[in-house]
T-cell receptor, first 115, second 110 residues
Framework: DTGVSQNPRHKITKRGQNVTFRCDPI?????LYWYRQTLGQGPEFLTY????????KSRLLSDRFSAERPKGSFSTLEIQRTEQGDSAMYLC???FGAGQTYGYTFGSGTRLTVV | KQEVTQIPAALSVPEGENLVLNCSFT??????LQWFRQDPGKGLTSLLL?????REQTSGRLNASLDKSSGRSTLYIAASQPGDSATYLCAVRRDNDMRFGAGTRLTVKP
């Protein structure tokens, strides 16, 4: 297993367009997290899945954002009607779910630029 | 609400120097603390994971300590190298909530 994979690495889109990002977690990990990071800041939590169930969503996740994890494997994050304020790095992480002692493994991120 | 602060925000040192990065958090009820490295425009690479019951962890030239009662962690880098230049982030975890500091941007000059 090569770790957490995110695609695309970069995405430039026009304001108002929809975009979708994909995350493939480490196969043994049943938990998957999405974070957003803006320049000069630490990552901020967006949402998390345990298997296919979306168990928690941040207030940062407006109704233009939707995330899915069909069959508890890969996950997608869709942003509808993008705005310039959505420009950020979108990071995905995965971890084991058994117990709270495990750390997170992050992917390389998808950098979104809305023009 | 958990707040994580990292000081300093930026640090520049000559090659070979030993250095300490600081992380403080407001809620000591954490499961673990993780230090990450982030290169410009890249994702996060995990450096060290300290469980709440542990006091420190070591990996090569890196040593991280945790004082949960005072809400502090330090990352010690020995004999710094230009390749250590990056942003270092600490994150504390409780339940399914991992909170990050804003990071310390480290520059090691040859």
């Amino acid at each position: 297993d090569t770790g957490v994979s995110q695609n695309p690495r970069h995405k430039i889109t026009k304001r108002g367009q929809n975009v979708t990002f994909r995350c493939d977690p480490i196969s043994e990990h049943n938990r998957l997290y999405w974070y957003r990071q803006t320049l000069g800041q630490g990552p901020e939590f967006l949402t998390y899945f345990q298997n296919e169930a979306q168990l928690e969503k941040s207030r940062l996740l407006s109704d233009r954002f939707s995330a899915e994890r069909p069959k508890g494997s890969f996950s997608t994050l869709e942003i509808q009607r993008t705005e310039q304020g959505d420009s950020a790095m979108y990071l995905c992480a995965s971890s084991f779910g058994a117990g709270q002692t495990y750390g997170y493994t992050f992917g390389s991120g998808t950098r979104l630029t809305v023009v | 609400k958990q707040e994580v602060t990292q000081i300093p925000a930026a640090l520049s040192v000559p090659e070979g120097e030993n250095l300490v990065l600081n992380c403080s958090f407001t809620d000591s009820a954490i499961y673990n603390l993780q230090w990450f490295r982030q290169d410009p425009g890249k994702g996060l690479t995990s450096l060290l994971l300290i469980q709440s019951s542990q006091r420190e962890q070591t990996s090569g030239r890196l040593n991280a300590s945790l004082d949960k009662s005072s809400g502090r962690s330090t990352l010690y880098i020995a004999a710094s190298q230009p390749g250590d230049s990056a942003t270092y982030l600490c994150a504390v975890r409780r339940d399914n909530d991992m909170r990050f500091g804003a990071g310390t941007r480290l520059t090691v000059k040859p």
